[in-house]
């Protein structure tokens, strides 16, 4: 079992920025990948980001490129979510996830992940 904590969600005005990080305990995997997901009330789960364990592949869904940056501490089993130049549609419960493997758009299929933390509410007012 992996075990996936979020935190850093809260309120903030459009236009600003939050830092999620994942934490992950439990079972030791030699190689994951770690996504990101999001889903706004009303809508379906959208991917936003995966990274895999190296750290050196890295899949942004096309809303968030440029705005959104995820990076890992493998010292800490922790990956982080920097989230800068917030929207309103931003707005939703932010999901973190792991897959023993995945590559490429394979990595934006929800269905594919493991294990699920408990989400973090991000809010982002106009």
């Known amino acids: 079992q992996v075990q996936l904590v979020e935190s850093g969600g809260g309120l903030v005005q459009a236009g600003g920025s939050l830092r999620l990080s994942c934490a992950a305990s439990?079972?030791?995997?030699?190689?994951?990948?770690l996504g990101w997901f999001r889903q706004a009330p009303g809508k379906e789960r959208e991917f936003v980001v995966a990274i895999n364990w190296s750290g050196d592949r890295t899949y942004y869904a096309t809303s968030v490129n440029g705005r959104f940056t995820i990076s890992k501490d493998n010292a800490k089993n922790t990956v982080y979510l920097q989230m800068n130049s917030l929207k309103p549609e931003d707005t939703a419960v932010y999901y973190c996830a792991v897959d023993t493997y995945c590559s490429g758009t394979a990595c934006g299929d929800g269905s594919r992940y493991d294990y699920w933390g408990q989400g973090t509410q991000v809010t982002v007012s106009s």
């Open positions: 439990g079972r030791t995997l030699s190689s994951y990948v």
